[in-house]
């Protein structure tokens, strides 16, 4: 089992920047990939941005060029840097994981609040 606690979010201003941060416990010593998605009200969850053990990273079109994804494999969390925020990235973000290339994200955090104001 893996566990995720997501922490960083908070109301910004539009243009502003936060850092979002998971920490993972558990059986992690062969966590393949982790990543973020985001969900609002009435809509499913979409995928933000994934980060491979190998060092692969993937990026939403909506977001690429303003988050960044990395990872500090010594204290085994994963980061979202978002800059030039918008009102439309007001989500509950949520940190994901998986332990292979071929499974689908299985491990979830609880989600933190990310609130843009206009």
């Known amino acids: 089992q893996v566990q995720l606690v997501e922490s960083g979010g908070g109301l910004v201003q539009s243009g502003g920047s936060l850092r979002l941060s998971c920490a993972a416990s558990g059986s992690i010593n062969n966590l393949y990939g982790m990543g973020w998605y985001r969900q609002t009200p009435g809509k499913q969850r979409e995928f933000v941005a994934t980060?491979?053990?190998?060092?692969?990273?993937n990026y939403a079109d909506s977001v690429k060029g303003r988050f960044t994804i990395s990872r500090d494999n010594a204290s085994n969390r994963v980061y979202l840097q978002m800059n030039s925020l918008k009102p439309e990235d007001t989500a509950v973000y949520y940190c994901?994981?998986?332990?292979?290339?071929?499974?689908?994200?299985?491990?979830w955090g609880q989600g933190t609040q990310v609130t843009v104001s206009s």
């Open positions: 980060l491979t053990s190998r060092g692969t990273t």
């Open positions: 994901a994981a998986k332990l292979t290339p071929f499974q689908e994200y299985a491990y």
